[in-house]
């Protein structure tokens, strides 16, 4: 999978880090593929590799609808050949939502499952039903993380050639941090902020994902949720337009707004010691923004 524009750091040079002292970035990973952006790149990257040594020729996954992950993997699915079925929440799909018509554009099959279902997505009976049923398809997590994924942010992170004070990123599922914890070695302090409310208990499932590798140089952010996931209140919204007029730099509600939200909120309050150097990932995310305009929420 080539990178469509290499990413990189961009300062932020909010008022805040020059009161406090400290020098932010942003790791622009939202700009390395036009449509298979920001981590979702990544954590697809070896997962199509082994689909294709496996010799499958369709790939299934889980998400709602308003999905990254979906929207990527329809994307990727289109671009690298594969067949793609999206196993969509049921309640969720009766109008099919800007991330769904855009999967469906590119060839994804939905299949609509109850919420009572839906909760089975890691059962291994579900699963290999589900196999079964599409002819014995390659089939990726909900949010893509799993080994392969972690595999890839963990090269995703190598390109980061420096090791800051603070690492931050948002976190879903965790296999994106789980990437990040290894790569860095016990580097840097890492911070994950949640995007889901008591996001603590994402610690147990990105240990999981770290199979076993113990490091201590990490800790989740949980109390930038706004309500929970998916969740968000006017001032997000405006803060996330106020952000794009001062440093041309888009943010969406879900999970890069909060955390940035989050990480002027603890420098506010002398979180980061003076003279610490933060970088912050943009995970991409952006394509969901059209399923909030749909709603009548305006982004700039």
């Known amino acids: 999978m080539p990178v469509f524009l290499k ?13 406090k002292k400290v020098r932010f970035s942003l790791w622009r990973e939202d700009l390395n593929h036009p449509l298979i952006s920001g981590n979702k790149y990544w954590k697809l990257k070896y997962n199509l590799e082994k689909a294709k040594e496996l010799g499958k ?12 992950h979906i ?30 018509r855009f999967a469906t554009d590119c060839g994804m099959r939905i299949y609509q499952v109850s919420r009572e279902q839906y909760r089975n997505k890691t059962d291994a009976s579900f699963l290999a039903e589900l196999s079964e049923k599409f002819g014995g398809t390659f089939i990726i997590p909900e949010g893509g993380s799993n080994e392969l994924a972690v595999k890839g942010c963990y090269e995703m992170i190598q390109n980061l050639n420096v090791s800051p004070d603070f690492l931050c990123s ?19 302090k890492i911070l994950g902020f949640s995007a889901l409310k008591g996001g603590s208990f994402l610690r147990n499932d990105i240990e999981d994902l770290l199979g076993g590798e113990v490091f201590t140089n990490w800790e989740i952010i949980d109390q930038f949720h706004f309500g929970g996931y998916a969740k968000f209140t006017p001032e997000l919204v405006s803060f996330i337009n106020e952000f794009k007029k ?8 879900i999970y890069t707004g909060k955390m940035i939200w989050g990480i002027l909120d603890m420098l506010r309050k002398d979180f980061f010691p003076e003279n610490s150097e933060i970088i912050a990932i943009h995970t991409g995310g952006l394509q969901g923004l059209k399923g909030f305009e749909e709603k009548g929420v305006t982004f700039s």
């Open 170 to 188: 948002p976190v879903g599922t965790g296999g994106t941090l789980a990437g990040i914890i290894r790569g860095k070695e016990g580097q840097s």
């Open 7 to 19: 990413p990189f750091l961009q300062e932020i040079n909010h008022p805040l880090c020059l009161e």
């Open 246 to 253: 001062q440093f041309s730099i888009p943010l969406e509600p």
């Open 71 to 100: 929207y990527a993997f329809a994307a990727a699915g289109k671009e690298f050949g594969f067949e793609t079925i999206g196993v969509i929440r049921g309640d969720e799909c009766r109008e099919l939502s800007p991330t769904l």
């Open 57 to 68: 020729s369709s790939l299934l996954t889980f998400g709602g609808a308003h999905s990254n």
